[in-house]
């Protein structure tokens, strides 16, 4: 099975040391994203090195290390019969293959997208020159830019 991810920046917000209200937080989080249809899959530190501005390394200031919390989201391709972005590859002489009927268990989203000639490359999905990350977002414009 693959899977596409999502990451999502996390930082509990609390007024006191109240590790509830930050658990409520990460439900609500989590709970938004499963409506949209992300599974929750993990969360994780990301250390980060945020560097001096100018005047400040100027002045002889260094960078120093920042950890942000970062949820992450899973969900099953769902590319079907969605044709993969082209990629430079060798020429090669095949017999054409005949074109099958998408199976009716396919989601009407992968149709659409077929019509309009989305593509998706393994990690985005891509309409002309422009890739996005949600397949909606890539019908949407597609539709407004023929």
Not at 29 to 58: D, H, K, M, R
Not at 75 to 93: C, F, G, L, W
């Amino acid at each position: 099975m693959q899977y596409v991810y999502q990451v999502l920046p996390f930082r509990g917000q609390v007024e006191s040391v109240d590790s509830d209200a930050v658990a409520k937080q990460l439900n609500s989080l989590i709970n938004s994203q499963a409506l949209l249809g992300w599974e929750f899959y993990q969360i994780n530190s990301v250390g980060i090195t945020v560097s001096p501005g100018c005047l400040a390394s100027l002045l002889g200031a260094k960078g120093f290390p920042l950890l942000y919390d970062m949820a992450i989201f899973r969900r099953e391709m769902a590319i079907d019969h969605i044709k993969p972005a082209p990629q430079k590859q060798e020429t090669v002489s095949t017999p054409k293959e005949q074109p099958q009927a998408p199976s009716p268990s396919i989601h009407a989203n992968n149709d659409e997208a077929a019509n309009y000639g989305i593509s998706f490359d393994g990690e985005r999905y891509c309409y002309k020159d422009y890739k996005y990350d949600k397949l909606q977002d890539a019908i949407n414009y597609a539709k407004k830019n023929p």
